[in-house]
């Protein structure tokens, strides 16, 4: 990698914009569904390219920021867009995956039939202008700036069906999410008083200072609570099966990568871009984060073995594969890091493909319990055949892309000679295919019920999306660089972390 | 011209307009609305040309009737009173431009009463927050005291009790408020603020004056509320009309909170305020702190979206006792940013509860249904944007004050301040998600029957109403952005320099 250098522009604040700038279109055009549904493709097809734009400067060293607006005083912090490695390879996800789901909702939204779709495509357009802020944040306050506006846009979209569930869901939804802002509120101005700066930087920004270790503690259990509401990192997880409540679309972009992968790349930034591998180390605060990750991995499988909703099964499944990405950075070795980075990516197309599929079933058939969907595959095999790619793309089966990620994790736990964590990664393999395996077996291999008969496949908004993610996970399983080189991008982000040479990671090369 | 005689001009505008109001009103009593509306412009007028000049020139000092001070009066216009009178004036120009229909519809026939003792509570206001002389600023307290109980009595039928309460306890404050100065004028012989801090070092150790100064603490803290001296808000806040309340709730509190600036950070002796005073100070915080969790929980527990506004005014004002108590640096542009700020968005919710009114003929939360959205979509947005500002949540202007001081707070490691502000943010989610779940997602009675398929009127408030009630709600997110400005051009002037 490159020396990096910075320029000023404002793509990176233009990408975050252009979503936003969709809201007051689509309720301009809420009496007309077509052209509301316009804004939403309008919007993402905008913002996908922004993005692009930006990542051959990236690849080449060149990071772009852009200024906002001063936003606080004394002291004195800047709302400030950087468009570095870890921020492209977090909003090439969200935005690239904002697209499909853009297509599929409109699918999801009239064959459900669901009502208060303006403000339904509103609040999501907000979402994703959050992300993408959460993805280029400059600095910790512009993040926790981005990170409340995603909380509070979600919360339309949780309680979007207005019944007393659904409401339910949400009051717990808002609870987590904005006691999680208040601790963020805490840690940041603690980490302010600290280390006198809040920008991100690779390998910490409290290097050479002098540090109370009960204080770094404290503070480390604040960010990781903070931020780990929207990871679910147990015991912070239960707001998330509950928000299945949602709309399937959201459930799938925002509750298995928009807001929950906000959460993760929380994470990430906090480990390796505030304090950094050598304080992590030093004051053993990957061992915290490692012990509660490492147990929600295996909880969270074993629970999903017992869910019978589809939709609660995929959430307890997501709670279990955002702690492998936590896990990853918790190790503190390279490998670790690219592995969780590339899981980032990696579990994003192959969940948002088993929710889109969940949801097929759902407008299709109506179906949400695992057990009434004997026989569907007959009747929507390419549905059940990309929902196939998935599940054994996530139990870690090549040549899927999850497999790689895996790979990648097993490597970082054998770096660290953590045996117990090696073993972790494996047994959750397992489970997630126990847990996985019968939803395909009942589909395909058990006789359906008459009720299947006049049924067919869903319609072509929602099975040409779900295709595509299918195909996507299969063709980053076999080149993880084929598209976007996203192993490349998290190879060089885990290089200026861990501030290794150059040539400590090859790039490109496929293991 | 105008720049020179502003400190006297403000409180002189409110006054004048107070005594034309019934003559005019006599005559046409429309005309008594719009002498209101004028006045107050008027008033904005001179307070920005004040404030432009004092940030230019420094402070600028104007002699009553030409007796220089000790010996006589003196108004003075630094950045601290400018940036506090300019805000009262906005405030009170956008509440009268908003009053005309509330008032008519709430209080009919008392109109040309209402406004007078409008601009008789802004003149005395005005006064308190101009005066460089501790018992002139007796006198406007006093002149405040009696219009704000008038117009508090002007309201529904238990406005009487509880314009009494607010009497007594008023008194009571402004009498602690009056003994202070008393004690301190025996130790000092003179009663100007410039004065007595020059003269402080020498008397400071004196029984007297530590007890004039908790004295005057005493008697302030009632009046702006601070818990547990905070009983009389409520009623009052609640039973008023709900302009009455939309003018006193914002600025109200906030000059007492101004006196305590003033006396604590001017005119006490800095270096006994961090000695002996600091117990002072102390105390001033928790009681702020305690305010903070009571007045959120007892929000929570209202079903009258007045009295739960109220309730929340009185955690408000812990936030700037708070922020006093920090006396840094942080903790002062903390607390003026959350009087700015919460003065804008309590005149934001107390006009929407004033909409409602007008529409529904009440403002009960349990009454609350979704039919709102529909009813009145502006109003309804407007309320949730303010609501959000209130709870602190970022871009909007709410969560910088709570930023400042929760800086301010970690600056100290004063971690019983820093939980008190960040719990505050969980239970104002309580109580105003409670009204916003009611407003958008509560069926209609009965049950079942899918409301889009009914007949709602859409019956949104008067422009008169709505669009002061949008322009404060947008101002909301003006004022977020533009918190780092108004700190470094506005606040950041006005701080002693030896904080």
Known sequence: MHEIVTYTSSVPFL????????????????????????????????????????????????????????????????????????GMLFAVVASGLWILTSFYSIGYMRGANEKK??????????????????????????????????????????????????MRSGRQYLLYAMSAGVVLIAAIGITYSIAGTLDFNPGGIFGGILLDPVLIKVVFILFIAGVGVKAGIMPLQSWLPAAMVAPTPVSALLHAVAVVKAGVFGVIRVVGFIFGPEVMHEFSLNLILATFSGATVILASLIALNQDDLKRRLAYSTVGHLSYIVLGVALLTPEGFTGGLLHLSNHATTKICLFFCAGAIYV???KTKISQLDGIGRVMPWTMGAFTIGALGLAGVPPINAFVSKWFLCQGAMA???????????????LNAAYFFPIVQRAFFRPGGKDLEKHGEASLFMVVPICIVATLSVLLGLQPNLILNMYDLAAGISQSVFQLPAVFIASGVWP | MISSQAPILIPMTFLFAAMLIPLVGAVNRAAAHLTAVLGSALALYFSVIGMQTTLAQGRISYHIAGWMPPIGIEFVMDPLSAFICALLCGVTFIVMVFGKRSVEYEIPQKEIAFYSLSMLLLGGLAGMVMTGDLFNLYVYLEIAALAGYALVAIGDKRAVV??????????????????????????????????????????????????????????????????????????????????????????GTKVSAYVLFRVLFFVVDPDHLRTELLNLLQIIGYLGAAGIIWGSIMAICQSELKRMLAYSSVAQVGYIAVGISLASPLGFIGAILHALNHAVMKCCLFFISGNMRLRLG???????????????????????????????????AGFFGKWYLALGAIEQSHWIFLSALLISTILNVAYFFRVMERMYLKPQEPEGVDYSEQTIVRSEAPASMLVPTLFLALSLLVLGFANAWIVTNLIVPMIPGWL
């Open chain 2, 162 to 251: 509880s314009a009494f309460r607010y009497l007594v306890m008023g008194t009571v404050g402004a009498t602690f408020y009056l003994l202070g100065v008393a004690l301190i004028f025996i130790s000092t012989g003179t009663l100007n603020m410039a004065d007595i801090a020059q003269l402080m070092p020498m008397v400071q150790d004196s029984p007297a004056v530590i007890v004039g100064l908790v004295l005057i603490v005493l008697g302030t803290a009632l009046k702006m509320a601070l818990f547990p001296m905070h009983a009389w808000l409520p009623d009052a806040y609640t039973h008023a009309s709900t302009t009455a309340t939309a003018l006193i709730a914002p600025i």
């Open chain 1, 117 to 166: 779709q303006t403000r339904y495509f509103a609040s999501f357009a907000v979402c994703l202008s959050a992300t993408i802020g959460i993805a280029f944040s400059a600095n910790l306050l512009t993040f926790l700036i981005f990170y409340e506006i995603l909380s509070l846009a979600t919360y339309p979209l949780v309680i979007h069906k207005e019944n007393k569930e659904a």
């Open chain 1, 15 to 86: 990408a975050v914009l252009v979503s936003l700038a969709a809201v007051p279109l689509i309720y301009a055009s809420s009496n007309r569904p077509n052209m509301r549904e316009f804004w939403t493709l309008a919007a993402a097809f905008i913002k996908f390219p922004l993005v692009l734009s930006l990542l051959p400067g990236v690849m080449a060293g060149e990071v772009a920021e852009f200024t906002i607006v001063q936003i606080s005083a004394s002291p004195d912090i800047a709302l400030k867009l950087r468009a570095d490695a870890v």
């Open chain 1, 364 to 366: 299709n058939l109506h």
């Open chain 1, 416 to 430: 660290a000679d953590q045996t117990i964590i090696l073993g972790i990664f494996l047994l959750s393999g397992l």
């Open chain 2, 362 to 396: 009440h403002s009960m939360i349990p009454q609350m249904t979704n039919g709102l959205r529909k009813s009145m979509p502006w109003t309804s947005a407007a309320f949730t944007l303010a609501a959000i500002s209130m709870i602190g949540l970022p871009p909007t």
